[in-house]
């Protein structure tokens, strides 16, 4: 199994997330976690799980994660397990903007990719965080699932 976490980050929080769910997949095959703007189309080759994590801005994923997406090329995903995090500060935003991931979700599996969990949030005690007690742990958890329904 080879996969590839794809993630920004403004104040390290997303960052933290997406290296704990790298440490959660690594035993189960080879895995990859990139900043967005390091990670190339040519990543995407022969991978069997794509995840791409965001801070919430305005209800989006910033700007480095949208050019990572416009650069994944049409259908290029079929055949690829997707998913999306991202980081928030409260549930009360939602009905303005949104948040991140599930603009992430649609990009994916406009691309071809299958859909293997629910866009997740995690959530962040204030702008520059830190992370809230316990999201890390949830995120191993969230990506152990992902894994295990995978099989
Ligand atoms: C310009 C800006 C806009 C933001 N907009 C939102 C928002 O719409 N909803 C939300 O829940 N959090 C929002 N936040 C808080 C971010 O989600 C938070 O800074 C982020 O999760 C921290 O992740 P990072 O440390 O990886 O940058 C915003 C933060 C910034 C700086």
């Known amino acids: 199994m080879k996969a590839l976490v794809v993630y920004d980050s403004v104040y390290g929080n997303t960052e ?3 290296k704990a769910i790298g440490d959660a997949i690594a035993p189960s095959g080879e895995v990859k976690v990139l900043r ?9 080759v022969s ?3 794509l995840i791409v994590g965001s801070p919430t801005h305005a209800g989006r994923p910033v ?6 997406l416009k650069k994944v090329p049409e259908l290029s995903l079929k055949g690829v397990k997707v998913a999306a995090f991202d980081t928030r500060i409260s549930k009360k935003i939602v ?6 991931a599930g603009r992430i979700v649609d990009n994916l599996k406009k691309k ?11 959530f962040v005690t204030g702008g520059e965080g830190p992370l809230k ?3 890390l742990e ?3 958890a969230w990506v152990k699932g992902i894994l295990g329904a995978k099989k």
């Open 138 to 140: 949830r995120a191993a």
């Open 16 to 18: 933290k997330i997406a």
């Open 112 to 122: 071809g990719g299958s859909l293997v969990a629910s866009p997740e949030g995690f």
């Open 36 to 44: 967005a703007g390091e990670a190339s189309p040519s990543e995407l």
């Open 133 to 135: 007690g316990g999201e």
């Open 47 to 49: 991978i069997d799980l």
């Open 95 to 100: 009905g303005v903007f949104g948040y991140a």
């Open 63 to 68: 700007q480095a994660v949208q050019e990572f």
